[in-house]
């Protein structure tokens, strides 16, 4: 093995409660651009936040670059699921792209000049450059997504892990949204995302895994993203206009 | 009134009310933006039994141990809290009122158990402040002011007040911008590395020494006034969170001084012998506050709208 | 001996408990609990006001009903101010409560402290409303609380369905053409009326703790409507009555403080005994689980020694199996695995002598049944597409005492059957290690990291 994997999990096991959620699983993220698919439910977003630490497990553990998380907490940056925000908050834009660099700053005083280039550079790379000192309740809702998106590369990563980055935007902000990651990508970082829409994974992503409460399929398009693992990851649930669009997204 | 009166009766109480309510308005912001106001509800209720258990067991009224047993008692609170949250499956909002009354009740009733009513930690201080017991009577005249033995003399209250007010004052410049991110998104704050959890209880904990700091010059349910209405006052009328939480300071402190006014002082002045409960008036004016602050928000220039453009 | 008053005012408590209690269930399942903390407050201003009138107009300034009327007008004025407070969307309704609930009291206590230097008004006691005092409730008074809460009790029976509905699930409620709105508009005037007519018995500080906590309680021992009504009507009447006694014999005692202790006594002890969420009972429940899942493994670990040995419990090749074989095969230290075997002893499961272990004929029954149990989920495991067996058997660990055996058991195509094990058993084989502890872990883990998923992986580079 050369170089470790950017995220490598091994029997990790979750529950909330009584139920378990995620099952054993064991995947090895490889550099790129990978998405984590599967039916609601699946434990997706739980797998992200149980590597990230934010709930706890019952077994397993995942390593970033073949350490543990505390020690390369700079390189990994986290998009959470566009939720649960106060939209009337007294943050800008700015201000918001800017938190992702607090654990690097001091904590108290002005921020410092450098910081704050780097938190417009990150805005500027999604577009929102024009728009640093606007509150960002008045922002639109793909613009919302992409203060958040800025905030992430902010924290100038080596691997991102995004929940669900394309929830709830149009179709002009999804593209640009995987522009910004493909260029992420191009410059040697990996992505990790979470994705709902099966149709747009071959076009979008490298790799995949399929999860359904276990890890179903994993590795490249071609190899993991089979009709079959599809099936399998959605047991039935997939319906057949579904199934069409999944086929057809390989052919 | 003379000038001695003012500064034998009125000057103390006003710096206490001043520092009272300015502390609550700094630490209220954070309440009100973590949508947790009723947390100040809980906490300035549920530290009573602490406040007594630490003046029963010193037997004095001094202000390190009613200090201490408060904040052991406000961090039981929060434990308890959680835990019937989760046990019971209660939403928060229930949960904090099941664990404070209960607090409350329990801290009442081990006032008459252990006798500390009949000293002079009574139920009115409790329930409406003794700001006007705050008094300075060794002043002899503006000289005392830099005479270092009358100035020891000063109530112990103003001490405890000003030592509180400082200490938190200078936490909140210290963690002026992890506490933004822990408003504003307390996952991401995890998820980034700074120490979530930490900095809630540090929070928690400071808003349980304001509360005990200003319990006895404003009495419980006051403290939640002090907190909350400033704090919402302010969050109607800006988007800054410097201005957010500063305002919120600022505007504690103003209606403290104001109401201590309205409530004897000014209408003595003018030869009126009239005089209210000042916490009582300071948190009537809070309420109002937040009123002129809602006209005044539906007055202004209705906000642009969000912008549609995308892409 | 009680007199007449005393009984009185301990009836018209209890009753007023029963109210709270009644009103509380509904309130705390639809979320509105802490709006009775509001009105409880807003009361005050309201109270002193009317008193202030009564008195300025030269009646008795003692008279329940108008200062009764006075606190309906004020909590009603609070309800109002938190609905309109909230309607901006900035302030939400916490931060309403809050502001609604201190500032009214506010304004409370500064009408308060002017009244007691009128000398008319200041006879009506109003402190009294503040942290309750029942010992001061003349039988006229405790008439007027008993008939208030009465009255809502009614009211909340005859309403009974359509709060159910709004309580359950609001939006079936108003598909179905029921007007949600109205029934929430209904439950905020029964918290009103009650939290009022609590006002000289339990105090306005305290009066949310009457509608919480034994609806609280209440919810902690059973999930049916009806019952929880009566449980939470039962409780409220309860702590009412007994807050009132205690009050009624030690007069200096607040009321109030009294009341809510006995619902929050209540409410600790169901929190810690409550026999499905109790935090007691779970952790019995949690100690016999892992008990149970730890004897099953001793035995199943017995039973497949013997499997491995190519006889079977009863048959002409069953033998004696050293413990310390067992615990080499789960992994576990040899000391570990003499301590179960004595408790398995103890309990007549295994037969113990010299350093080794028999299974009894019900022991062996037992362990049948543990491995059936196992391998029947084990199997179901790679029938889903598990593909790799040592996970399959680990899972099959952790799952199976969630699973009640005749449950596990169904997974299996041939009830009746004992399948073989999928993989290989005894010490060597890399199976039944996957939960040991130790020295073996690391080796285990080894082998399970490379496992299919990755090599598959690995093909598409």
Known sequence: MTTPAPLAITHLTVAYGDKTVLWDITWQA????????????????????????????????????????????????????????????????????????????????????????????????????????????????????????????????????????????DAATEQAIIAVLRRVVASGRSVIAVHHDLSTVPSYFDQVLLLNGRAVAAGSIKSAFTPDAIARAYGGRLNVLEQAVAEGGLR | MTALDFLRLDLPALLAAILACGTCGLLGSFLVLRRDSLLGDALSHAVLPGIIAGFALTGARAGLPMLLGALAAALLAVVAISLVRRVARLESGAATGAVFTSFFALGLMLMEATGARSVDLDLDCVLFGQLESVVWLEAQGFGSLLDPTALAALPRQLFLLAAVATVLAGLVALLWRPLHLLCFDPDYAAAIGLPARGLELALNLMVAAAAVAAFEAVGSILVVAMLVCPAAAIRLLTDSYRAQVLGGAALGAALGALGYALAGPLPAAFGQAFSLNAAGVIGTLGGLAVAGAMLLRQLRIAPPKPAVISG | MLGYNTLVVLAGCALLGLACGTVGAFALLRGRALMADAVGHAALPGVVLAAMLVASLGGNPRALPPLLAGAVIAGVLGVLSVQALTRGGRIRE????????????????????????????????????????????????????????????????????????????????????????????????????????????????????????????????????????????????????????????????????????????????????????????????????????????????????????????????????????????????????????????????????????????????????????????????????????????????????????????????????????????????????????????????????????RGREADGH
């Open chain 3, 94 to 453: 916490d931060a309403a409560i809050a502001i609604v609930l201190s500032s009214f009291y506010a304004l409370g206590v500064a009408l308060l402290s002017h009244v007691q230097t009128i000398p008319q008004a200041a006879q009506a006691g109003l402190g009294k409303f503040i942290l309750g005092q029942a010992a001061a409730m003349r039988a006229e008074d405790a008439l007027w609380a008993g008939g208030i809460a009465a009255f809502s009790v009614l009211l909340c029976l005859i309403l009974f369905q359509r709060l159910r509905a709004a309580c359950f699930d609001p939006d079936h409620a108003r598909v179905m053409g029921l007007s949600v709105a109205r029934t929430d508009l209904a439950l905020l005037g029964l918290i009103v009326i009650v939290a009022v007519a609590g006002l000289q018995a339990v105090g306005l500080v305290l009066v949310v703790a009457l509608l919480i906590l034994p609806a609280a309680t209440a919810r902690l021992l059973t999930h049916r409507l009806p019952v929880l009504l009566l449980v939470s009507a039962s409780l409220g009447a309860l702590a009412g009555a007994l807050g009132a006694a205690a009050s009624a014999f030690e007069s200096e005692w607040p009321t109030g403080a009294a009341v809510v202790l006995a619902g929050a006594i209540f409410f600790t002890l169901a929190l810690l005994l409550a026999p499905e969420r109790g935090l007691l009972p779970e952790a019995l429940r949690r100690i016999h689980r892992r008990i149970a899942a730890t004897e099953s493994h001793f035995l199943r670990a017995a039973w497949e020694a013997q499997e491995a040995a190519g006889a079977g419990p009863g048959t002409a090749g069953d033998r004696w199996t050293p413990i310390a074989a067992l615990a080499a095969a789960r992994g576990w230290s040899e000391a570990y695995a003499a301590r179960l075997a004595l408790w398995l002893g103890l309990r007549g499961l295994v037969a113990r002598a010299e350093g080794e272990i028999h299974l009894t004929p019900r022991g062996a029954a037992a362990a049948r049944r543990a491995v059936r149990a196992h391998r029947a989920v084990e199997l179901h495991l790679l029938g889903l597409g598990a593909t790799d067996i040592a996970g399959a058997d680990r899972l099959a660990d952790l799952v199976e005492h969630g699973l009640p055996a005749e449950m596990a058991t169904r997974l299996l195509a041939e009830p009746s059957a004992l399948p073989q094990s999928p993989h290989a058993l005894g010490p060597g084989a890399f199976s039944s290690q996957a939960d040991t502890l130790g020295d073996s872990e690391n080796a285990t883990r080894q082998n399970f990291i490379v496992r299919p998923l």
């Open chain 1, 30 to 169: 490889a550099p790129g651009l990978t998405a984590i698919v599967g039916p609601n439910g699946a434990g997706k977003s739980t797998l992200l936040r149980a590597a990230l630490g934010l709930i706890p497990s019952i077994a397993g553990e995942a390593r970033f670059f073949g350490r543990g998380l505390a020690e390369v907490r700079n390189r990994v940056g986290y998009l959470p699921q566009r939720a649960s925000v106060d939209w009337d908050f007294p943050a800008t834009a700015l201000d918001v792209v800017c938190m992702s660099r607090y654990p690097r700053m001091r904590w108290w005083g002005r921020v410092p000049k450098a910081e704050r280039d780097a938190a417009l550079g990150a805005l500027e790379q999604v577009g929102l450059a024009d728009l640093a000192d606007r509150q960002i309740g008045r922002l639109s809702g793909g613009q919302q997504q992409r203060v958040f998106l800025a905030r992430a590369l902010a924290q100038d990563a080596d691997l991102y892990l995004m929940d669900e980055p394309f929830a709830a935007v």
